[in-house]
């Protein structure tokens, strides 16, 4: 065969071409052997396996070059394709011939031997490596799905501006800019340019970045992530909840019909995670959360809200995700409805997630009522100036409508196992950190 036939092909489908001559275009991760044999652990981003030079069976500059290799070169390695049963990947090359395409200085990564701030300074290079390689794609199958799932339900993707007047999440998160002289924020929620869109849509999302300056430094919390932000009209609260069960249970069906690999990379239980799309997910109000919490011996009294003990402990007490409904509206946003016979609670829901997760969606039905709207924004202190616009919505045709949003970040670790959301999103933004 000339060089011209050879298929350059990918390591993912290594699978196809075994027996077959191909050359494959990708970078060295890591090498190991002896003076008559090089074991090349390669990457193309696709997937991970090995090439096997053996010095008898190449040419003698080939064996050198492949002995020389260092770290992170990128290369196009030409060979045969064989079965490997020993490795998880099921494939390997026998390696023919070597070509450097780009040399690489000392790698300044070693993940077993660096902590987790080092490898996040070096975010640029780390995210060659398979932890964030398997986090990230499925991260891309949820972000897929999440148009798949949508469309199919009916939905049109409505973007929200990111530069805004209105602080709807509370005022104390506000990333303020200069806008030409006026101040304006970058945007917590795109859920008040939603609700416009569902009154001339019907049924709209929203997904984009949001931005909170979150001063807490916890596992959960980012200052800069995405948020799918479905909007409803003539949507009733339970209706809203029953949407929610199957965008959650479609997107970890997704996972694991498109990343199995990946999931095996990361160790995830693939059975844990299928139990979890089991539905209806319960639901528990937050005063029945309360009693369960005080009968376990947390120190918690009807008003509060629930920090991340109380949120692992309601999810795992019920293995599954957990629907916590109708908090108190003094701790909730002020466009959530009123409950119909008790002023002090409102018509929302917290989907808590299983093993500590923490909360991955928030929604609510919206209240209608252009007198009680205008009064809780001036009760929260929020320039009415801002909000006339929305005010106008429940001027001209009000409807019924619910909608919720779900952290992108807060379901990649969930369905990943990720301990920490910085490896949910390729360049974390947090507290104490904006670079790279
Ligand atoms: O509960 P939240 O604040 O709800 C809203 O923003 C509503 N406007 C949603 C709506 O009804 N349209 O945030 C929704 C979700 C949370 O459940 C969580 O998953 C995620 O956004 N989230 C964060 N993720 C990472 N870092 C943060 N700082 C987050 N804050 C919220």
Redesign the pocket.
Known sequence: MTETEIPTIQIIDAKDYVGQTVRIGGWLRQKRGSGKIAFLQLRDGTAFFQGVVVKADVPENVFETAKELKQETSLYVTGEIHEDSRSSFGYEMAVSDVQVIGASQDYPITPKEHGTEFLFDERHLYLRHIKPFATLKIRNTLIAATYEFFNQEGFIKLDAPLLTGSA??GTTELFETDYFGQSAFLS????LY?EAGAMAFGKVFTFGP?F?A?KSKTR????E?W?I???MAFMDQEASLALQERYIAFLINKVLEQNDQELDLLKRDKDLLRSYTQLPFPRVSYDDAIKLLQDNNFDVQWGVDFGSPEETFLANHFSSPVFITNYPKKIK?FYMKRHPSRDDVVICA??LAPEGY???????ERDTDYDYLKARIEEEGLSLDEYNWYLDLRKYGSVPHS?????L???VTFVTGEDH?REAIPFPRMMHRIRP
């Open positions: 709807p999440e917590q929620t795109g859920q939603a949001a909170r979150e959960r919390h980012l200052t992530f948020m932000e479905p909007e946003a917290d989907l923490g909360e991955i969606i928030g929604g609510s909608g919720f949003g779900l952290g970040e807060r379901m959301i």
